[in-house]
C-alpha cells in the first residue's frame, strides 16, 4: 500500500491518473467525477499516477511501505 491520498480540491477529474494506474487501483467518482483511490492495497508505487498528474493532486506515501521492505530485510 504506498497511494496515499488524492487531494479532491486540486484534482480536475481529468481522468489522466485513472489510465496511468495498470493495477486499476485508481477510478473515477461517478458523483464527484473526482479521481478516487479504489484499491490501494494494489498500488506497487511505480509513481506513474503522481507523475501524470497534471494538478499534483497525488500523494504517494513511502512510509507505507517501510515496514515490509524490514520485514523481507
Ligand atoms: S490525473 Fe490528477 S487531476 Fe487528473 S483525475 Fe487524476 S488526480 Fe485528478
Ligand atoms: S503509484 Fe502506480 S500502482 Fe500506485 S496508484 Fe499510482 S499508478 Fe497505480
Known amino acids: 500500500m504506498a ?5 479532491p480540491k486540486l484534482c480536475n477529474g481529468c481522468g489522466i491518473c485513472v489510465n496511468s494506474c495498470m493495477l486499476d ?3 473515477m467518482d461517478e458523483e464527484n467525477e473526482k479521481a478516487t483511490i479504489r484499491y490501494p492495497e494494489d498500488c506497487m508505487m511505480c509513481y506513474f499516477c503522481e507523475q501524470d498528474c497534471p494538478e499534483d493532486a497525488i500523494t504517494i506515501s513511502e512510509a507505507k511501505n517501510s515496514p515490509l521492505v524490514v520485514s523481507w530485510g
Open 25 to 27: 487501483v485508481i477510478r
Open 3 to 7: 497511494i496515499e491520498r488524492i487531494d
